[in-house]
């Protein structure tokens, strides 16, 4: 896929793009299912549910001032739980139910630029626990943003966000390169507008359901799910 010269850099969003699922929501409401907390469960079901005002109140939020709330509170039922118990159980939900949402174009294009000797390096906003987990069981790098913990317990919050921050991480990849890479990017995410139009090689995916609206004027091939 690259040919001759410097070993490529393939970067890979994780949620909608490699697995058709917020991995976030799904990992925490997978664990607290899991581990029978059903107070905390309760909390998730309520974020997520559309026939309630509080989501779309939320929502408007998100858009309008780019505060996610639900993902805060999300993160925050993880408060008090022990990092190995959480980086275990990110292990269980990675080889587990989120492999039967893993999207096939995406994770073809993944392994042909491990066969191809590129680097290949999974950045997402979403949990690094669960970003690394996934990186592992593909035999890739993973970078996710950074969850709090304090003496072996989480904190209950994200204290390293990437959301907004990915083309600044690629950037600090390419810079540390012995030579400078092709950077190929595969992302979903209209907040990725930056790093795809940062690419050699921009890959827009569209996943079953969504349009090209948004995305305007882009040099990016689009893969349409």
Known sequence: MTGTGPRALAVFDLCDTLYAENTTFGFIRWFHRRDRRSGR???LRLLSARWLPAFWVLAAVHRL????????LAVSTLRGAG???????????AAGPLGDRAV????????QHRAAGDRVVIVSSSLD?????????????????RLGFRNGL????????????KAAVVATLVARAPERPVVHVYTDNLSDRDLVAAADRPTVVIPAGRSRAGWGETDAAFLEL
Do not use: K
């Not at 626990?129 to 943003?145: D, H, K, P, Q, T």
């Not at 989480?154 to 921050?165: F, P």
């Open 41 to 43: 469960l309760a909390l």
């Open 129 to 145: 626990i669960v970003v690394s987990a996934v990186a592992s069981r593909l035999g890739v790098e993973g970078i996710g943003s």
């Open 104 to 111: 096939s174009a995406t994770q073809a294009r993944l392994a």
């Open 154 to 165: 989480c904190r209950g919050r994200i204290e390293e966000d990437l959301t907004g921050r």
């Open 83 to 93: 990092r190995e118990a959480l980086e275990a159980a990110a292990r269980d939900y």
């Open 65 to 72: 001032l780019g505060v996610d709330v639900s993902r805060r």
